[in-house]
Each structure stands twice: as C-alpha cells, then as structure tokens.
C-alpha cells in the first residue's frame, strides 16, 4: 500500500477524491438498484392488483372466466392451443417458493377497497419465472402476448411477482406480472455516469491543486538552493493565504539565519584576532627560554593551538567563502599539493600526472581538501599514492595509504570535528581532529563527497568525488 500510496500532494489529493467519489458512486448504485427494483415491484403489483380487482368487481364476469379457465384445451389444426389465461382459480393460494412482499399485499388491499372490492386476504410473492404456475407465466413465441410481440429485442423475464387474493366466497384467485430485468444497460448507464463525473470532477481538482502547490514547489527549490554565500531577493507571496503566510515565515526566517551567520563570522573573526595576538606575543617570549628541549616543545604547543584555531575558522567560514568557482585542471592542482608534501620528506606519488582533469573548483578549497587528505595518508599509513581520474560524469581524487585501517563501524564518526579512532588516531601525531570534517565540508560545498574505504589487502582508500 505504501508504494501505492502517492508521494505528491496532487496525487494525495486526487487519489482521496477519486476514492470519495467512488464510495458515494458505489452507495449511489445500491441506492439506485434498489430504488430500480421497489418500483418495478410497485409497478408489477400495480399491474397484478388491478386485473384482480377487475376480475372480483363483477361475480359474473368472476365466474363466467372461472369457467372458461376450466375448460379442456381446444384443438386447432392438430395442434394443441391453450388460450392465453393468466388468471388461475384455485381453492387454495399456489405454493410459490420466493420471498414475501408484505408491503406490496397492503397496497392491493387498500386499491381493491378503494374500488369497493373486498379480498379477505391478499399474499404477493416474488419468484423466479421457473417456480410460477404455466396458467400464470408468460409465454414465448406464437403464444406471447401483444406488448411481447412488439418487444422481440426484450430480453426474457427472469423475476414475476405472484399475487393472489381470497374472493368472498373463499375461493382463491391469482395471478403473475413479470419484472423487467435490471441487466446491463442500466450498469452501462451508472458507469457512464461515473465517469463523466470523475471527468468532471478530478480535472479542476488537479488544476487546482497544481496551482495551490506551486509555490510549495517554488519554496522547495528555494529551501534546496538556500546558502549563506549567496543572496537572494525575498519570495513573492503568492497562493492562497495559508501559502502566503507560510512564505512570508520563510522569508523572515532566511532573514535570520544571514544575519546570524553574519554575526557568526564577525564573533569568529574577532575570536580569532584576540586569540592569536596573544599566542603571537607567547612566541616572541619564550625566544628568552634558555632550555633549547623546552623551548621547542613550547613553541611546538603554540603552533598546535595556531592550527588548531585556524582550522576552526575554516569550517566555521566555509559556507561563506568568498573565492568563485573556477575552471581548474585538477591534476596540475594536485601534482603541486603532492610537491609541496614532497618536498618536506613525505612519501607522497603521483599516478599518470599528464592526463588533463578539467573541473568547476574553487581551487584554494580544494587544495586545502587535498592537504587534508594527504597529510592523514601520510601521518597514518606512512605513504600516500594519489590517483586523479573521470569516473561517469564526475571527476575523482583517490589518495591510498598502507595504515591499519579504520574499523567500518567507526569509518562515519571519522568526519564528526574533533573525533580520533584510538586504533590509528592519537595525541602523539598531533594535528586538530578537523582535517576530515574540512574535507567533507569543502567536497559538498562544490556538491561532491568525500568517502572512506577499507582496502582488502590493507590500508585506506580516501576519495574525494567532484562534479565533473
């Protein structure tokens, strides 16, 4: 049901009217047959009572057609030939096996004393054409009546109510009036007319509920697009008021979250500033320190806090990076990146540097991405073996190492801020926690990833995957 069920409003919206329309069309049907059926039944007893009521009005007429109904069958030209009577004189009402129509008698008793005729009492049953009496059935062919003979097409009675009524004198009279089929004409006519009101229905609903529904669109696609180096110029309210309402929230809640970016960078700017004048004045001091062991490891703490501080501003600004997109060849970018951990010492290569990988980069980001990258390879597995390639329609920068690894449970945590796996992470290889979390931010902010794979021989696999 759940895959059934429409994701859209639109689709939501019609499919709750669609189902809607079908239940009251479908009550609508079994009201309508029903209401079919009771009048055909009131018709056909109508039919029924009268021709009883006429035959009692007259005691004469009553038995000079008791007479006639009890004559032997006449014969003409060989053949046997019964007259056509539907009225059956009996001293005893004919067992028909159907179901009683209590409300039907009711209203033959009330039209027969209407037409001062007295029945003692008066049954109408309703049964298949099968179980009634041949006296009182209809008949086919040669022997139907004159309204069956000029309906050939009509399809043949199925239904024929029974009725009988008690004369005065105890003697029993009945007769049947068939029931028109309810068949498919009548189904063909209510599914037309469902249709034509889905039609009527559905269509303005969808358009309407596609109007209603643009501007939630027009608000998505601002949502997805929204970030806090761009500006944007507020939304026109638009819709219905509800919609309105809820586009101007939007505007006032962008509103806010710039400003408090804003007032971010500016605290961070000044955070930074007042951190590093002191640090700065630190430096200079302990040129004094006599003990040269001392002094490096003082000096060596004062450059951990410095980097540390400045890969916090880092993150902090990068959703706000002033620097455009270029269109960079990645791999000269990456061949100088792996000169600069080259020429410190690092066993850092390069494969297949001649090919050209051009990319929409901000390349001061990326190689800030890329020092990252390279620098854990090196701290952690000692080597770093960078490959840069195209891989279906995106541009890849894949950095091996030969470490122990990272457990796979842990591999995610891995890009939170200052989070270590004590397996291969830890205080003496310094660096600040960030360089992962630096990474992924810079790789999604030009709408790439970055992603870490165990390899089965050993080592890690980092791969940083731009749009290409």
């Known amino acids: 049901m759940q895959r059934l069920w429409p994701r859209t409003l639109v689709g939501q919206i019609l499919l709750a009217a669609a189902l809607a329309l079908g239940l009251a069309q479908t009550v609508n049907f079994v009201l309508l047959l029903r209401s079919i059926e009771t009048q055909a039944i009131g018709q056909a007893s109508a039919f029924a009572g009268g ?43 004919p067992a028909v096996a159907g179901e009683s129509q209590p409300d039907a008698a009711l209203r033959i ?19 298949d054409r099968a179980d009634v009496p041949p006296p009182m059935r209809r008949r086919d062919g040669p022997q139907a009546g004159l309204r069956d003979r000029l309906r050939p097409g009509a399809a043949p009675a199925r239904r024929s ?60 696609g601002r949502a997805n697009a929204f970030s ?9 309210e638009k819709g219905p008021e509800d919609i309105r309402n809820l586009i101007a929230a939007i505007n006032a809640m962008e509103g806010r979250v710039t400003a408090l970016i804003g007032e971010k960078d500016v605290m961070l700017g000044a955070i930074g500033h007042d951190l590093k004048t002191p640090l700065a004045a630190l430096r200079v001091r302990i040129e004094s320190v006599d003990d040269d062991e001392e002094r490096e490891r003082m000096a060596a703490s004062i450059d951990e806090m410095v980097g540390i501080l400045d890969d916090i501003l880092v993150l902090a600004r990068l959703g706000r990076s002033g620097e455009a997109l270029r269109r960079t060849d990645l791999t ?9 951990f080259v020429d410190r010492g690092g066993a850092a290569t390069l494969a297949d540097a001649s090919g050209l990988v051009i990319a929409d980069i901000r390349p001061v980001l990326i190689r800030r991405a890329l020092r990252n990258l390279i620098g854990n390879a090196l701290k952690y597995g000692g080597v770093a073996r960078v490959h840069v390639a195209r891989d279906r329609g995106s541009v890849c920068v894949t950095i091996d190492d030969d ?64 749009p290409g």
């Open 228 to 236: 806090a180096e761009s500006v944007h110029a507020p939304l026109a």
């Open 51 to 93: 021709r009883l009521i006429f035959v009692a009005s007259d005691d004469r007429r009553a038995q000079r057609m008791q007479r006639r109904a009890d004559r032997p069958p006449q014969r003409r030209g060989g053949e046997g030939v019964r007259r056509r009577n539907s009225t059956l004189f009996s001293s005893t009402p």
């Open 161 to 220: 109510l029974v009725v009988s009524a008690q004369l005065g004198s105890g003697q029993w009279v009945s007769t049947a009036s068939a029931l028109p089929q309810r068949g498919a004409p009548v189904i063909g006519w209510l599914i037309g007319q469902t249709l034509i009101l889905y039609l009527a229905i559905l269509l303005p609903l969808a358009f309407i509920a596609h109007r209603v529904t643009r501007p939630l669109r027009t608000l998505t």
């Open 403 to 466: 470490g122990p690894g990272i457990d796979q449970a842990a591999i995610e945590t891995m890009f939170e801020p200052f989070v270590r796996a004590e397996a291969s992470r830890n205080r003496a290889t310094g660096g600040s926690g960030l360089g992962l979390t630096i990474a992924r931010a810079i790789a999604r902010q030009h709408g790439g990833a970055v992603t870490l794979v165990n390899r089965p021989g050993g080592g890690l696999t980092a791969r940083l995957s731009l």
């Open 109 to 127: 008793m009330d039209a027969a004393r209407q037409n001062d005729v007295q029945f003692q009492a008066v049954r109408v049953t309703l049964a």
């Open 332 to 340: 000269a970018l990456t061949e100088t990146v792996v000169a600069e």
